[in-house]
């Protein structure tokens, strides 16, 4: 649990380790986080959102390069969403041989989400820590349209990688944000969390209401 705090906190310098021993190797190793973070469910907890905005603030030092660091990261975004989706795909058929009717009306309900919002959900679940390890997994239970999933997966994917990496590139020519990277790093973390905490909230209220 520290070691993961510590990388949430103190990820630009963790970056610049990485840099520093690895070189152009960064450019795969973020990769593969970004993939595993977005692409397997086993690995929810690993930095999405400060990451890229880290390594963004990172490329503004000129120790990579902000244009292959977000291509690399659109395709890990896009690819682990996708590799996510067809896993929720395969495990559906063992889904189905579950004999619970509350599972089932659930899933049901699930599908039925999926068919009117889920394009949206793929999209906006970008931006929510955890949710958006556990979205594509589910639209690939629920079935949902494969050229569907994979028009809002790609425009997602984009949007979350080019948001907080350029972001964190031009910020990292202001000498405020460089030298106060840890409490941005904070702000960050609270802003992709509190929108979780608000719907979950208004959701569990609505459910108790009823």
């Known amino acids: 649990m520290n070691d993961f705090i510590d990388l949430i906190l103190h990820t630009d310098e963790k970056l610049l380790d990485l840099v520093t021993n690895y070189g ?52 890990a975004a896009i690819l682990g969403n996708t590799s996510n989706y067809f896993i929720g795909r395969y495990a559906s058929q063992y889904f189905l041989k579950i004999k619970n009717q509350l599972f089932h009306k659930y899933l049901n309900q699930a599908n039925d989400f999926y068919q009117e919002h889920g394009g949206k959900a793929i999209v906006i679940s970008r931006f929510f820590p955890i949710v958006r390890t556990y979205v594509p997994f589910v639209a690939g239970v629920t079935k949902m349209d494969a050229a569907t999933y994979t028009l ?58 009823v």
């Open 24 to 75: 152009t190797y960064t450019y795969v190793i973020l990769f593969a986080i970004i993939f595993c973070e977005t692409g397997l469910v086993f690995f929810p907890f690993l930095p999405g959102d400060a990451l890229l905005f880290a390594a963004g603030i990172m490329a503004a030092t000129g120790a990579l390069n902000v244009f292959i660091l977000a291509g690399v990261l659109i395709a």
């Open 152 to 209: 809002y997966n790609v425009f997602g994917g984009i949007f979350w990688v080019v948001l907080f990496v350029f972001g964190g590139y031009f910020l990292g020519n202001i000498p405020w944000a460089k030298e106060n990277f840890s409490m941005m790093m904070v702000i960050l973390l609270f802003l992709t969390i509190i929108p979780f905490l608000i719907s979950s909230f208004k959701a569990l209220r609505k459910r108790m209401s």
